[in-house]
């Protein structure tokens, strides 16, 4: 074969194969796909980080967040079986983990190209200001004399139901859960009286009982008993932790990037680079401040480890909400 004829078979080689051009990513505008209804907590994450980076022009074009109701795994489902072609991700959370260690979904983690964890916020508990309730201790001395009857709004095996068996668990509790969705659909549950207690991110605890300079909102018919954290949190001014108030209950929950399986590594990096350069921005740091949020960043190796470990410990958490 001569030189040129190598030259030729070579070149037809290289151009069948599938080779993302950075220049050309993104040519039109990007799904974020958030599988809980707007207002809630994930939610707005991913309204800040898109905020953050048209402001910045971190990408030629727009991350557009795509709402997905219902049960969390209908959108995270809907990513996962998307095409990877670079133009559709995922922001979930810790929760993912526990569906799917509880058995409730059959994928996780590991069905997706992680690209970055952002932020951590602590889970705080909610109930009507007309229940009765004034504190974590007379929810759990109600619980104690109502054992299964006390409505507890969660999203089966999420974030909310892990934190609401923690509370059972070191409280020596029974609540009754039934299936509402995320931090915005318990919000309306609680308002409308359909369920009694919710347990929603600490951002959007702050966001659904208090005024933007900080005071409790008149308007709000719900308010916050308990924070699930070590410390309590200057801008949730007046709420305890549940520690203090006997119940030894810690929840906090990491919001996970992912990309669908087939979707180049090249791209999975710019993105997770330009979430890096966003999440270093006056925006997000003042968002992370707002929303009681911790800074975290992970990608790559950092990212899986983390994904591995939290796997590791929450899976028998999740594993008790198959039994609830």
């Known amino acids: ?30 799904k974020l796909v958030v599988p809980f209804k707007a207002g809630g907590s994930t939610d707005l994450v991913g309204r800040s980080f898109s905020a953050a980076i048209a402001e910045q022009k971190l990408l030629d074009q727009p991350l557009s967040i795509v709402n997905v109701g219902g049960h969390s795994s209908v959108g995270a489902r809907r990513v996962m079986d998307s095409t990877g072609d670079g133009y559709e991700f995922l922001l979930h959370e810790t929760g993912l983990i526990g569906a799917n260690a509880a058995g409730i979904i059959d994928f996780g983690p590991n069905d997706y190209k992680p690209v970055a964890a952002t932020g951590s916020i602590c889970m705080a508990l909610m109930v009507r200001k007309d229940s009765g309730y004034d504190s974590l201790t007379d929810l759990v001395n109600a619980a104690k004399k109502k054992p299964g009857e006390i409505l507890f709004g969660v999203n089966l095996g999420g974030l909310n139901h892990m934190s609401g068996i923690l509370l059972e668990n070191s409280t020596d509790t029974k609540f009754r859960f039934v299936q509402i969705g995320g931090s915005a659909d318990n919000f309306a549950a609680l308002t409308g009286g359909q369920i009694a207690v919710a347990s929603v991110g600490a951002a959007g605890a702050r966001n659904f009982t208090m005024t933007k300079d900080g005071k409790m909102s008149d308007k709000s018919r719900v308010k916050t008993i308990a924070l699930l954290s070590k410390d309590r949190h200057p801008r949730l001014p007046g709420v305890p932790t549940a520690a203090e108030q006997g119940a030894d209950v810690e929840f906090c929950f990491t919001n996970y990037w992912f990309a669908p399986k087939n979707t180049s590594d090249e791209v999975v990096d710019t993105l997770a680079n330009t979430l890096q350069k966003a999440a270093n921005s006056a925006r997000i740091q003042n968002f992370y401040k707002d929303t009681l949020t911790t800074p975290v960043f992970l990608k790559g190796e950092e990212f899986q480890t983390h994904l591995t470990e939290t796997i590791a410990t929450v899976g028998p958490i999740a594993k008790q909400a198959l039994q609830k």
């Open 1 to 30: 074969m001569n030189t040129f004829i190598r030259k030729a078979c070579l070149a037809a080689v290289m151009s069948s194969l599938s080779f993302p051009v950075l220049a050309d990513w993104p040519e039109r505008p990007i």
